[in-house]
């Protein structure tokens, strides 16, 4: 079945570790974003990339890195720089133009200890 | 830059219609408006999307006046799996660079 595939669904780290969380879509969509979503706040941008081996910041990238290597994979890593990571994260992808529909992961709840 | 301004909450009953309007003063001429449902520990899925005047499909409609500077998602006898937050987008950024940013949403309650 074609979508945007997240994992794993839930993650545990200790402080000060790095940590990498996969995003991977088979439908061929050229742009795709990390959000990270608070409990009971909206989603907030981290990065998004419209096109392979490009991509910018959003409005929260302090802490994170990304890459973007090949079309179908967007990984996301939380840096020790990242001061509270303990996050929902998600991941999405949309066909390229900013006026298309945008498909999301199921999320990775991260958890730093 | 588009911002969105939605409310932060609303309430209802089973069988009401709903109505959630979201103000973007800053609409480009080139952007559509696009409404998202989440429930909790989920992704956010599309509800629909429309550029002006109504646009509507099986689950909501979306009304656009001319001046497109607000859009109101409507959702015809809401039931209790309704409840959830609504998140009216606009795309945000340079021509060629733009991201969808979602902003706070608005956290619908259906009772019954």
């Known amino acids: 079945d074609g979508g945007i595939t997240q994992s794993p669904k839930y993650l545990f780290r200790k402080e000060g570790q790095n940590v990498t969380l996969s995003c991977e879509q088979n439908l061929n969509h050229d742009a795709m974003y990390w959000y990270r979503q608070d409990p009971g706040q909206g989603l907030r941008l981290i990065y998004y990339s419209q096109i392979v081996n490009d991509f910018q910041k959003g409005d929260i990238a302090e802490g994170y890195s990304v890459s973007r290597e090949k079309k179908e994979s967007f990984p996301l890593t939380v840096t020790s720089a990242q001061k509270n990571p303990t996050a929902f994260y998600l991941c999405?992808?949309?066909?390229?133009?900013?006026?298309?529909?945008?498909?999301f992961g199921q999320g990775t709840r991260l958890t730093v200890v | 830059l588009a911002k969105t301004t939605q409310p932060i909450s609303m309430d209802s009953y089973e069988g009401q219609e709903v109505n959630i309007t979201c103000s973007h003063n800053?609409?480009?001429?080139?952007?559509?408006i696009t409404w998202y449902q989440q429930f909790p520990s989920q992704g956010p899925r599309f509800i629909i999307q429309?550029?002006?005047t109504k646009v509507t499909n099986e689950v909501a409609s979306l009304f656009i006046p001319a001046d497109r500077k607000s859009s109101t998602l409507s959702l015809p006898r809401v039931s209790l799996s309704d409840t959830a937050v609504y998140y009216c987008l606009v795309a945000q950024g340079d021509t060629g660079r733009r991201a969808l940013t979602f902003g706070s949403g608005t956290r619908l309650q259906v009772q019954p």
């Open positions: 999405a992808s949309s066909n390229a133009g900013e006026n298309t529909e945008a498909f």
């Open positions: 800053n609409i480009a001429t080139n952007d559509y």
């Open positions: 429309g550029y002006k």
